[in-house]
Nanobody, 124 residues
Framework: QVQLVESGGGLVQAGGSPRLSCAASGRTFSTYAMGWFRQAPGKEREFVAAVDWGGGIKRYADSVKGRFTMSRDNAKKTVDLQMNSLQPEDTAVYYC?????????????????WGQGTQVTVSS
């Protein structure tokens, strides 16, 4: 079992660079792949970024590649999402998720554990 709690959201001006954090509890955190997803109003939840259990393999959605950076610290049981050059279309609820796999999933279904989400609103 893994419990996830996101933080760091809020209202940001376009071009801003907020950092989201996800704190995990549970003894097996270091064996899980971790992902960030987002859901905008009226849209389906979509993949943003993911990292493997060791932090060495990362994947990003094309829409955020080059602007967002995901990292993890297994000792602290945290994953972060550094977001740069935010645009209004990045407005969404951002979710942290954990998957019990050595792969780096980009779809929702492998992720069994989800946080409650944190709202990021980008003003133009």
């Amino acid at each position: 079992q893994v419990q996830l709690v996101e933080s760091g959201g809020g209202l940001v001006q376009a071009g801003g660079s907020p950092r989201l954090s996800c704190a995990a509890s549970g003894r097996t955190f270091s064996t899980y792949a971790m992902g960030w997803f987002r859901q905008a109003p009226g849209k389906e939840r979509e993949f943003v970024a993911a990292v493997d259990w060791g932090g060495g393999i990362k994947r990003y959605a094309d829409s955020v590649k080059g602007r967002f950076t995901m990292s993890r610290d297994n000792a602290k049981k945290t994953v972060d999402l550094q977001m740069n050059s935010l645009q209004p279309e990045d407005t969404a609820v951002y979710y942290c998720a954990a998957a019990d796999t050595r792969l780096v999933p980009v779809s929702l279904s492998p992720y069994a554990y989800w946080g409650q989400g944190t709202q990021v609103t980008v003003s133009s």
